[in-house]
């Protein structure tokens, strides 16, 4: 090789290097445009959590009977049964909130139908208001009572009306619906556990002008008469057990529930900088409300002011949204605990933190 050739070898080689070396360096320091053709950020994507049940036309048939005010009484309901694979199907809330069942909307023709009928028999024997109430309660404290086989499972009135019972909550979710469409304001009442091996209960608290010597709670202003749903009493009377324990009352509005469902993350190493991390989170509206102006913030303890926040963002019901990207932070040396939060118009509803 002549001795030019060799120098030009030589140059090439020279630049090449340095080329190669200035790549390095720009994406050490992140200033290549190209660098994260990978790490894209997606389209967030909105999702229903259940789908519906098309229409078969196809009926469930049930018989009820029960005693009130020294009458007997019966009922007979033809359900649909779309209606029912479409509740049993549907994904559990995370959430102690009962609320949401009572006030989910796909049922609502059926209970007011349901409601309409006991309130034409209840009308029919010229009952007052707290009667009336009674008498729904009745239909209600008629029905079977069995605990669920495999944890917790809470029922959609229609599911209840169905298997023909439920525990506590599922009891306390139709009679509240029931009221609820009769008319009546109503609240759920959450009990804890009176005893160490014990369980928790539920019952409903109905609004009634007065009702003597009974045991009510005041929410709001207004008095929440307790109605108990698993066994036969009146509004107002309520277990010795639970006379001095204080509920929790749920109000039985529709609300959107949400929840952090699915953390994804990504860490970008590098030799000379500190070593970063990607989030993308999944969010869950498990209520029946639509919730606005979300947004997800993420940070390491110790470390808020690193802190990444994702872009505002609006969720429907019955949806979850993904990926919500949070983007970039600092992962501190030797590691560090994530924190994520989740936030509904400026309030803090969920949050989630795990090592890294």
């Known amino acids: 090789m002549k001795q030019s050739q060799r120098v030009y070898v030589a140059a090439g080689v020279t630049v090449a290097l340095i080329l190669v070396a200035a790549i390095l360096f720009a994406w050490q320091w992140g200033w290549l445009p190209f660098e994260r053709l990978f790490l894209e950020q997606k389209t967030p994507i909105e999702i229903a959590i259940s789908e519906e049940v098309p229409a078969s036309g196809e009926v469930i048939s049930r018989y009820y009977e029960w005693r009130y005010d020294r009458h007997a009484w019966e009922l007979t309901l033809l359900i649909p049964s779309e209606l029912y694979t479409y509740y049993r199907g549907m994904e559990r809330a995370p959430t102690p909130d009962y609320s949401i069942y009572v006030t989910h909307p796909s049922d609502d023709d059926y209970i007011q139908s349901l409601a309409d009928?006991?309130?034409?028999?209840?009308?029919?024997?010229?009952?007052?208001?707290?009667?009336?109430?009674?008498?729904?309660?009745?239909?209600?404290?008629?029905l079977d009572y069995f605990d669920d086989e495999e944890g917790e499972y809470p029922r959609y009135p229609v599911e209840t009306l169905v298997d023909g019972g439920g525990d506590c909550e599922d009891t306390s979710v139709l009679a509240a619906a029931l009221l609820q469409a009769m008319g009546y304001d109503v609240v759920l009442l959450s009990f804890s556990a009176t005893t160490p091996e014990g369980s928790g209960h539920m019952a409903v608290g109905v609004a009634l002008p007065s009702v003597t010597g009974g045991h009510s709670y005041?929410?709001?202003?207004?008095?929440?008469?307790?109605?108990?749903?698993?066994?036969?009493s009146q509004a107002g009377d309520i277990p010795a057990e639970y006379r001095i324990?204080?509920?929790?009352?749920?109000?039985?509005?529709?609300?959107?529930?949400?929840?952090?469902?699915?953390?994804?993350?990504?860490?970008?190493?590098?030799?000379?900088?500190e070593d970063k991390l990607v989030l993308e989170v999944a969010v869950t509206?498990?209520?029946?409300?639509?919730?606005?102006?979300?947004?997800?913030?993420?940070?390491?303890?110790?470390?808020?002011?690193?802190?990444?926040?994702?872009?505002?963002?609006?969720?429907?019901?019955?949806?979850?949204?993904?990926?919500?990207?949070?983007?970039?932070?600092?992962?501190?040396?030797?590691?560090?605990?994530?924190?994520?939060?989740?936030y509904d118009d400026g309030i803090k509803v969920d949050e989630w933190s795990e090592a890294i």
């Not at 005041?218 to 036969?232: H, K, N, P, S």
């Not at 529930?257 to 990504?266: D, G, P």
């Not at 303890?301 to 963002?313: N, P, Q, Y």
Request: overall charge negative.
């Open 218 to 232: 005041d929410f709001e202003g207004e008095d929440y008469y307790y109605l108990e749903t698993t066994t036969v």
């Open 245 to 273: 324990e204080v509920p929790i009352i749920l109000e039985v509005v529709p609300k959107p529930i949400l929840s952090l469902s699915k953390l994804e993350w990504t860490i970008l190493t590098k030799w000379l900088r």
């Open 285 to 342: 509206n498990w209520g029946t409300a639509d919730a606005e102006g979300l947004y997800v913030r993420a940070f390491f303890e110790g470390h808020e002011t690193g802190a990444g926040t994702s872009d505002t963002f609006d969720l429907e019901y019955g949806y979850r949204i993904s990926p919500v990207s949070v983007g970039e932070m600092v992962i501190p040396s030797g590691g560090g605990t994530l924190c994520v939060e989740l």
């Open 117 to 142: 009928s006991l309130n034409s028999k209840a009308e029919s024997m010229g009952y007052s208001a707290e009667e009336e109430v009674n008498f729904a309660a009745s239909f209600v404290q008629g």
